[in-house]
Every structure is written in C-alpha cells, then in structure tokens.
C-alpha cells in the first residue's frame, strides 16, 4: 500500500479516541447521579459523561476508561483499552508507556492491590493478560499522591473488576474472527510435557555431567564382550537423548478461524435475618487466536550503513552489503486464553464485605523457521555465495496462570462523624512454565538457480537444544484506609491514613540440554520432498544408533547463574488531607513513608554446583542484588473550581523508580519487546523523580469538554537499556544514567458534531513530549550517544475517533485511530546507532448492530492500513514484522 492511500485513510480518523470512562462510585447517590446521565444521553457519549464527573472530583490528575468505552472501541483486553488514553502508548500488546516512559516507570494495581507478574521478564504485569469482559473500569492517575505506591514514574494504573450486580443478570456472546495474514501458516506435533524423570536422575546421578568419562568413572565401566568403556558410555548417553521429544512434525496448512466465548450469570437477594442483601456474579470467558507473521532481522556494520537499501531485501543484493547477517523468520503462534471469575458480596446499609476469585490463563505455542545469511562475507553462508545458508526451527509452549484471592471491605459510621474505611486483603500466584523450547540447527545447500536441494548438520556442538523453564511469583497485599470528613463554614476538609504492606518472593528455573554431533563429519538430514520444514527420521533410535548424537547439560558453573531466587517487601504508611474553601479553591496532598527491601540472587540449576560452590550465596553476592530504601515522599496539589464550568489544577509529587528483580542479577534472558538477548548487572540503583503537573479542564453544559495539561519530570539516575554487538546478534544490558528529564504538553476533548451529522461526535487527544537522559560512557562502554532522548520515548502519540449513535438505538458505530512517534529500543554502542522503533499506524473499525434490547452485533475490522512494524538503526532497518488485518464478528444476549 502506498504512503498516499495510507494518508488518504488516515485522514478519515479526523478524532481522537476517548480518554474518559466508566467507574463506579463508592457511594449510593453517585450511582444515582451517574445512571440519570447515561438515561438522556447516546451510548457513548452517555457513559463518557458519566464518568466526567469522577475525573472532575478526583484531588490528582486522573483519567478513566470505563466498560462502555472498552466495547465501543472493541478492545478485548486492559492493555489494548489503555493506549486510547491520553499520553499512553501500547507496546507489544502487553505493556503501557506513561507519557512516552518505559513500563518501568508505570505500575498497575487490582482493586487496589499489588498482584504478581507472570512475565518471565519484568515484575510489572502484562496487562493483556486482564480481559476486557471482566473489567468495570480503568484509572490512570498521572499525579502522584500518597495512597499510591512511590514507584511511580509516568502514572498508575487500577484495574477495577466487575462487582456484584444489584439484580438479575445473565449473558452469553460467541464471535469468531481470522487474520487475513494467518489464512496459513505452520503446525507441529510432538510438543513436551516438560523435563522428563529420567533426565532429571541423570542430572543428580552424573552431577549434571554427561561427559563419557565422567560416565565411565561414575559407572564404573570395565571393557567387556568387545564393546570398549567409551562405546557403552556412549550407549548410556543416547538413553538419556532418548528421553527428550524428538518426532517433532511441522507442516504448512491452513489455520483454523478465531473464535470466543464468554458467559456470565449473577443476582442479588435480601436476607431475612438482618436485612442485608447477598449478590453473586458468576463470569467466564475462553479464546483461540492464531497469528502467522512474516519476520525479518538484520546486523549491519555501522560504517557500511550508507550502503543500505532503505528495506530489506535477499542476501544477495548489493544494497544489503552493510548487513553483518540478514534473517529470514516465519512464525505462526496460537495463543489460547481461559479465565472465570466468581465474586460473592454482602452489604448492610453502609457496611459491605465481598470476595472475589479470579483465575486467569493465557498459554501461547509458537514455531518459527529461520534462515540466516551473511550479505558481508562473515563465517554465516549465503545461498549465492556458497550455496549453503543457517536453517533453524524453534519450537515453544508457555503456559501463564494468575491466580487472585482477594477480600474488601467498605465501612460507613455514619453515627460516628462519617468516619469510613475500607481494606483489602489478597493473595496471588502468577506461574509460568515453559516445557517446550526446542531449537534444531541445520545447513542447507542450494543449487546454482538458489533452490533448495539438500540439509546437513555439521559435526559441531549444539546441534539441538532443548530448554524446559518454570517460575512462581507469589504476592501477599493487604491495605487499610480510614476518612474523617469535617465540615466548618465555608470549608470542608477530609483527613486521610492508611497503610499498605506488599511482601513478594519469585522463584526462576530453567534447565539447558544440548545434542552435539560428536562424529566430528556432516550428517545429511531427510526431509520430505514436497515440505522442508517437515524432518524425516531425524533424530529417531535408527538415526542414534548408526550416528554419535550425544547429550549435553548446559548449566553455567558456579558462581556463573542461569536462574535466580528474588524477595520484595514493602511497609508503607501515608497521611492525606483534601480541603475545599467556598467550593472554589480545593488543596490536596500528604506524606507517605516507604520501607522498601529486595533482594534477587543468580543460582544455577545443577545441584552439584549448589553443593560444590556454597560461595555462589556468598556475603558480596548477595549484596550485590540487594536494595534497601527508606524514605518519604511527597505530593501537593492545587485546584481552582469556577462555578462548576472549568477547574485549574497544580500538582508537584516525588517518587521512585526501581530496579526489576532480574535486572539486578547477572542473568542472561531474551527480552521479548526487543528479541535481544539481555543481561542483568549488579550495582544497578534506584531513579528519583520530582514530578509537576498543571492541567486545564473545560466542562460544558451540553457535556462536550476540553482539556490542556503540561508535565515535567526530573529523574536522577535514569535506568537505560544499551546495546552491545557480537558476531551474529546484539545484547543488551542495562545501566544508570547520570539524570534525564520529561517534559511536554497534552490535549483531550469529547465534542458533539451533531451541528453537522446528527448522531455524530468526536473524541480525542494528542501528546507532545520530549525527553533527555545523559550516560556516562565509562559506566556503558563505547556508547556512541552519551546524551539522548530516553529509552521508550515517543515524542507524539496521538488518539483520534469518531463516532455514531443512531437516534432510535439500534446502531452504532466508532472509527478508532492511534499513532506514537518513534521510540528507542536500546541505545547503540561501538558507532552504531540507537535502535528506533517506527511509529505504527493503528486504525480500526467497530461497528454494532442492536437487532433487540437484548442482543448485539459487533463487527470489528483491525490494522485497516496494513502497516508492518519495524525497527531502524542509522536510518536501516533491521526489524520488520508484517502485521496483517484482522476481521471478526459476535453476538451477545443479556437475559
């Protein structure tokens, strides 16, 4: 598609998306108040101001996204829903960035409390995990204030799930939906059940050495009936290459359409004893996608850059000659998620007590085929060099869980000065596992045309490996919070405490097999004629018997570390205070104490390193990846109301930003935001950030309004991920900056456009921001920027929608549209440059149709533009991935 048709497309999404949603008040005339407004208006516009009145109320700049706005713009999950706010920006489908900051510097909370991140990467949680069905509202507070958490960098982010219902309720929708680029793609048979007990013996058994010598010692070996001490070594071995899976079957078909289900039953009863009322809700929901993308990956030479063709081509152009490798992927993944929630409540006038459990699942298997090439004649083959290029086939299952046990609690004494209080009490597991990641590694020839002719597997090591992961992230949250009102003439004063401990502990293993080819000479490989990807008898008892294929464990030697054990704890106390003078000048702030411990510490999985290296939990090791913080920090805020019709807000915060679990151990892991192998390193410290806020909010009668805000943020010791390069792929790792800034202005308004087209409105808003960190280049290397714009900045992100509701009810419709300006990856070292991720540009189409008042059609069109996203280094690409559009349809009934 060319730049002029996307442009031409673009400029039908002439607004932007909504930044504003439902919630729900804490108290019964809120909901009153809230219901007659959504009773005169459309749907949208409706539920949008209703909400206005939460946001206008809140003491700190806040902005919420409520259950109506999730299903007007289709998005099926938090972390989708959160980027139509304003300053909010979705990478890799999971995380958000705050005001162009890195999800370092956001965190996300669940009713209020912290809950664990199933992400094997980064302790903040993937919010796709959060189904939009489960999901009452959405806040994003961007001011800090102290009954938040002091790891706040750009905002916070509450999660708050769906109560129980005042009355009878039931539903039930199925849709079904197929990405047009996942019409085909690949699967496979064979996947693992996970480490095997056999292999897990021979672990212990040899002390994680499969060495032939070190078989024959621990067997104690004698040469007998003409078969030598190393041939029945070997034998052993090939019964230990015997226990992995290895018919792994992949073929080219035809992927199966999506397809959704969800459900949801609950009611509400007065009980005869005491009056009160008990109400359950009952919810489910499960969900098969399949996504097939076409991937491309290149190394360049940085002094060869001027050389480059602007895209990626075959290895053999010329254009390409600055590429130390190009990659060629196809990936197919299917991702299948469950979730069910159940909630029980009571309530007794102003007293309410509930209980929820949410259990959320979400399990992903994945292929990927790879060919490698070198277009600059380094060791990697190139089909027209040599006729030989690198084959690799990848295959993985992960599995995440979260698990949520949480009770809260709503108290009134209306008897005792109005005092209330509410509390919660939660316990979470998130889990993942990963029993399958296999990669294979071959060498294919080609003939003098470039067609495939035959495969190898060179008499070198690491041939295939085999990789089996877990990890447990469990989290202990109870909060407490008490409010005393006061009322004196002409002010009005609401005094607040609490106190918030969170205590966390993360378990991280994973185990490493390699199948070396120890005959030292090239095996040739069969495959089937009519489908390379499709191995035949590779790696089958005849291929071991009549080939040396032999077992390796490789698990770095103490005090090296592949895994890691890390702790949290967090004590925290606050004071608050909220004064309104003459219902015109209202100033908020407060103090908060934080006791904040950590520690995470590198192991390694081989039980004989445990027991040979107790050095490995030395004194200097712990140290090194311990964090220990006590501090308080404060917050201002300042606002002037003017008769209801617009209000002026200041506000000033200080916070911190931590390090990650895993970026204090010296662990290698690939990032997936990057596919960059990463590092963590010890040493790393904390950010302190002083925030400033100053926002204008405009509310008209009709319900239209404005808003203009301007931030600033000063960071001391921002952490920064930079890059280093090897011979085939980058790494990276992190390191303190001296200090950065943030600084830019937002703009977000709802606007009824039926002076022109009844039934329209538009919605929207647009950030403007720049940012500047500087490193010490003796504390990262060679850097080649020691000063530039922060890692994950965009310096725009912009959100525009239109919409329609019809006069009689029946339809509607949204045209949905988000851009964020480009953003560094990782800061480049040795003259490369940073790596920049293209802006893309999302424009979706929902559409619902409502047959009766109890049914609904949802038709949802995404990536409308077809854009790919790619990743650029001097002005190169070196990431491309094609993203295809996507079309799906559902009905729901409410009973």
């Known amino acids: 598609m060319n730049t002029q048709m996307k442009l031409k497309k673009v400029a039908l999404a002439i607004s932007a998306a909504v930044a504003v949603g439902a919630s729900m008040p804490s108290i019964a005339e809120e909901e009153q108040a809230i219901e007659e407004v959504v009773a005169v208006g459309t749907r949208l516009q409706g ?47 999971k995380f958000i960035y705050v005001r162009g900051l890195g999800e370092r510097y956001s965190s996300a909370r669940l009713n209020g409390a912290a809950v664990p991140s199933p992400d094997l990467t980064r302790n903040v949680i993937p919010l796709d995990i959060f189904p939009s069905s489960i999901i009452e509202s959405l806040a994003v507070q961007k001011a800090y204030s102290p009954s938040m958490p002091a790891a706040f960098g750009g905002g916070n982010i509450d999660i708050r799930t769906k109560s129980v219902p005042s009355e009878f309720t039931a539903g039930i929708e199925i849709g079904v939906g197929q990405d047009l680029n996942s019409d085909k793609g690949f699967t496979y048979t064979g996947r693992s059940n996970g480490i095997t007990e056999a292999l897990q013996s021979g672990v212990v058994r040899y002390r994680g050495d499969f060495s032939l010598s070190k078989i024959v010692a621990r067997e104690q070996i004698e040469s007998k009936d003409g078969l030598s001490r190393a041939d029945q070594a070997i034998a052993i071995n090939k019964k230990l290459v015997q226990t992995l899976p290895r018919d792994i079957r992949a073929k080219e078909e035809s992927l199966d359409p999506n ?110 085929f790879s060919v490698l090439q070198s277009p600059n004649g380094s060791t990697v083959r190139t089909i027209f060099g040599t006729g030989e290029a690198q084959r690799t086939h990848e295959f993985e299952y992960e599995e995440r869980r979260l698990e949520i046990d949480q009770i809260i609690g709503q108290h009134t004494f209306l008897d005792y000065w109005g005092i209330g209080a509410d509390w919660q009490y939660t316990e979470s597991k998130a889990e993942t596992a990963i029993p399958t990641e296999i990669d294979f590694k071959f060498i294919d020839r080609f003939d003098d045309q470039g067609q495939y002719d035959s495969s190898i597997i060179t008499g070198d090591d690491n041939r295939i490996s085999y990789s089996f992961t877990d990890m447990e992230d469990n989290v202990k949250s109870y909060s407490g919070n008490v409010t005393l009102p006061l009322s004196f003439e002409g002010i009005e004063i609401t005094l607040k405490a609490g106190y918030d401990f969170m205590d966390r502990a993360r378990v991280y293993n994973t185990s490493n097999f390699a199948i070396s080819n120890k005959t030292g000479i090239s095996i040739p490989v069969n495959f089937d004629e009519s489908d390379i990807y499709t191995m035949t008898g590779y790696l089958n008892d005849d291929f071991l018997s009549s080939n040396d294929m032999l077992i390796q464990f490789n698990e770095p030697q103490a005090p090296a570390a592949d895994d890691y054990l890390a702790a949290q704890k967090i004590d925290a106390g606050y004071g608050e205070f909220d004064v309104f003078f003459d219902n015109t000048w209202r100033i908020s702030g407060g103090i908060r104490y934080e006791d904040f411990k950590q520690v995470s510490i590198g192991t390694s999985n081989s039980i004989f390193d445990r027991i040979k290296h107790s050095i490995i939990y030395s004194e200097e090791r712990i140290l090194a990846g311990t964090v220990n913080q006590d501090d308080t920090f404060n917050s201002l805020s300042f606002t002037y109301l003017a008769d209801g019709n617009y209000q002026v807000r200041l506000g000033y915060g200080e916070t911190t930003v931590r390090p990650d679990l895993r970026e204090l151990v010296p662990v290698a892991y690939y990032d997936p935001l990057t596919d960059i192998r990463t590092f963590g390193v010890s040493g790393l410290t904390s950010s302190d950030l002083k925030n400033y806020d100053a926002r204008f909010e405009y509310y008209m009668d009709n319900g239209d309004n404005f808003s203009v805000a301007a931030f600033y943020k000063d960071i001391t010791a921002p952490i920064e991920t930079v890059l280093r390069v090897g011979d085939e792929d980058y790494t990276a790792t992190f390191v303190n900056g001296t200090e950065g800034e943030v600084y830019g202005v937002e703009a977000e308004w709802l606007y009824d456009l039926s002076g022109v087209a009844d039934g329209f409105f538009t919605s929207g808003n647009i950030t403007l921001s720049d940012s500047e960190v500087s490193i010490d280049p003796g504390r990262a290397g060679n850097l080649t920027n020691p000063t530039k714009r922060m890692t994950g900045h965009s310096k725009y992100v912009v959100n525009l929608q239109v919409n329609y509701d019809s006069a009689d009810g029946q339809h509607s419709g949204s045209l949905v549209y988000n851009v964020a300006g480009e953003r560094i990856l990782a800061s480049g070292i040795g003259g490369r440059d940073d790596a920049y991720e293209q802006p893309f540009h999302s424009l979706d189409l929902v559409y619902t149709w409502y047959p009766d008042f109890n049914s609904k059609v949802k038709f949802k069109v995404k990536n409308l533009l077809g854009e790919d996203q790619e990743v650029t280094q001097s002005d190169v690409i070196v990431r491309k991935r094609d993203k295809g559009t996507e079309l799906s349809l559902s009905y729901s009934y409410e009973f």
């Open 259 to 368: 397809f959704d289900i969800k459900a949801n039953i609950g009611n509400s009863y007065e009980e005869p004893f005491f009056g009160g009322t008990v109400g359950f809700m009952l919810a489910g929901a499960y969900d098969n996608d399949w996504d097939y993308s076409e991937r491309q990956t290149g190394v360049i030479e940085d002094e060869l850059a001027e050389n480059c063709s602007s895209t990626l081509k075959t290895a053999d152009d010329t254009t390409n000659s600055c590429y130390i490798t190009l990659k060629d992927s196809k990936v197919t993944s299917e991702s299948e998620r469950i979730n069910g929630v159940f909630n029980i409540g009571y309530r007794l006038d102003q007293q309410s007590i509930t209980y929820s459990k949410i259990y959320l699942e979400d399990n992903e298997d994945k292929s990927s």
């Open 47 to 93: 539920s949008a101001a209703a909400v206005i009145e939460e946001r206008k109320n809140q003491a700190f700049v806040a902005d919420i996204l409520g259950a109506e706005q999730l299903s007007r713009t289709g998005d099926s999950d938090a972390a989708s829903a959160l980027r139509r706010v304003t300053g909010l920006t979705l990478v890799d489908g």
